[in-house]
């Protein structure tokens, strides 16, 4: 069993646990991603990305009822401003790099393949609190906020590994 934000307990395995838990994950393989960048802008833009993550992931480790869940509630705030400013970066990461013309293997730089790394794991976070908002409430911005962050992790690892003269890997048939 494992407590809640606002006293509740559920078990381990509770779909809660596994939501915030994905996110957690996701948190940490960014700031491995991290490490390894030199775009000073990126690495800027992901620490905002991390403190929503942090924000988001709050929210999700908190009870949806008793007492002490209004003062848990809608702790990822400005949601429809953040998720404008992911969209805006993606678009600007887009025009950097060549259009696509065909599937790509995920890799490339050690910074651009954890990158895409990210970006698999984010969309399993998504999957994870989807299935969460199936039996509980869930604050309706936290998966359309982790769908356009998939996207720009995608645009992220494209345009760090451009930069970093890392050809792209089509996608053999």
Known sequence: MTGLFGGGRVSKDDPRVEAYGAVDELNSALGAATGFMSDDRLKGELATIQNDLFNLGS??????????????????????????????????????????KTFILPGGSHAGALLHLCRTICRRAERRVVTLA???????????????????????????????GRPETPWQK
């Open 59 to 100: 929210e999700l480790a908190s009870e949806a009822s008793g007492e002490k869940a209004a003062e848990f509630a809608r702790l990822f705030k400005d949601a429809d401003q953040r998720i404008a400013s992911l969209e805006r970066l993606t678009d600007e990461l887009d025009a950097e790099v060549e259009p696509l």
């Open 134 to 164: 199936r039996s509980e409430a869930v604050n309706p911005e936290i998966p359309r906020y982790l769908n356009r962050l998939s996207d720009l992790l995608f645009a992220m690892a494209r345009a760090v590994n451009a930069a970093d």
